[in-house]
DNA sequence: AGTAGCAGCTAGGAAAATAGAAGCGACCAG
DNA sequence: CTGGTCGCTTCTATTTTCCTAGCTGCTACT
């Protein structure tokens, strides 16, 4: 049998929540992404206070997903005009949503994944 | 007040769950990770079969992913030498634990990710 | 004044990930 | 024998992603 009519078990055998997921990941699964997510959650922080939090990522790609984040509608940005103009992203209520799912990720990291191995 | 002092906060702010977190995401964000996960879910599956599943991934690519996938345990590849080779891959129990997780993610994305925005 | 911090953006190029096509050995049906 | 399926691997071209480095403008401390 050698012809097992494949008119099923074919597009339709994934397609189940993997469009989500794949829409979920184009952006979480960006460089530092998840980092930013992380070092918001505590609270609201600044440009140049996440920028020295997270280390190692450069302004430009900071900018970048922080963008993204607020395009998404997971992070807020906020301007407080003052004399000393101040800006500070906080997480918003849909990017506090995925807190948990990252954590649940984050915890079967932790379980399955030793950081010893390669 | 523009000097408060910041000695903390900085490098120790962030790096809670994020390392581990980083881990994970450093295959699991890579472009059909997931959507091959989501097939495999099912059940086991051969290489053919997956490529026509999931339609759109090059066979190159997704001997990739299951190279990675296979590294890190989260599926197993089984070879049947009977008269004509077979070969299928199936989760593996590190990589059934991470389904609810996810699921998780799938479902927020649903929940907070119309397909419709950009 | 001079120095230093904050808030970003832009340019340019290197590096990595993808897609797509082709090739290989085996096997099975006609 | 010929054609089609399976299971990959290798190669190249293109796209995406990331990092380095510099720059503007404003405020505050010394």
């Known amino acids: 049998m050698a012809l097992e009519p494949p008119t099923h078990a074919d597009a ?5 929540g993997d469009a989500a997921l ?4 184009s952006f979480l699964g960006k460089r530092w992404t998840a980092v930013v997510l992380g070092c918001l959650r505590p609270g609201p922080a600044g440009f ?5 939090a997270i280390g190692g990522v450069s302004d430009s790609v900071l900018s970048d997903r922080l ?3 607020t395009e998404q509608g997971l992070v807020a ?3 407080d005009e003052g004399p000393p103009v101040a800006v500070f992203y906080e997480l918003t209520e849909r ?5 948990p799912a990252l954590d649940q990720i984050s915890t079967w ?8 191995e390669a």
Chains 1, 2 share one sequence.
């Open 12 to 16: 339709a055998a994934c397609e189940r």
């Open 22 to 25: 794949s829409r979920a990941f």
């Open 48 to 52: 140049r206070e996440l920028s020295r």
């Open 67 to 69: 963008s993204e984040l």
């Open 77 to 79: 940005r906020t301007v």
């Open 95 to 99: 990017g506090r949503a995925l807190m």
């Open 109 to 116: 990291a932790r379980e399955h994944l030793s950081q010893g």
